[in-house]
């Protein structure tokens, strides 16, 4: 963990903001040079973490039922 990812969950545990908004954001690869890969392969992140996934492949199975208007 970065000494600066250290310092930010320190002055969380410290703080008595109950927020619900996120606190920090993630960002993971997926399908970076037409492989069906994740970058980084594993993520650990604490509570109220947004995480990001960026697509650079079309190859991928999802299938998507529903999802909100605005969502690419």
């Known amino acids: 963990m970065g000494l600066q990812r250290a310092r930010r ?16 954001t993630e960002r993971v690869v997926v399908g970076s040079g037409g492989e069906l890969t994740y970058d980084p392969r594993t993520l650990r992140v604490e509570p109220r973490t947004t995480v990001e996934f960026a ?8 299938v998507v039922e529903s999802q909100p208007k605005e969502a690419d």
């Open 9 to 24: 969950i320190a002055q969380r545990s410290e703080s008595s903001d109950d927020s619900t908004e996120p606190d920090d």
């Open 55 to 62: 697509w650079e492949s079309d190859e991928h199975d999802l």
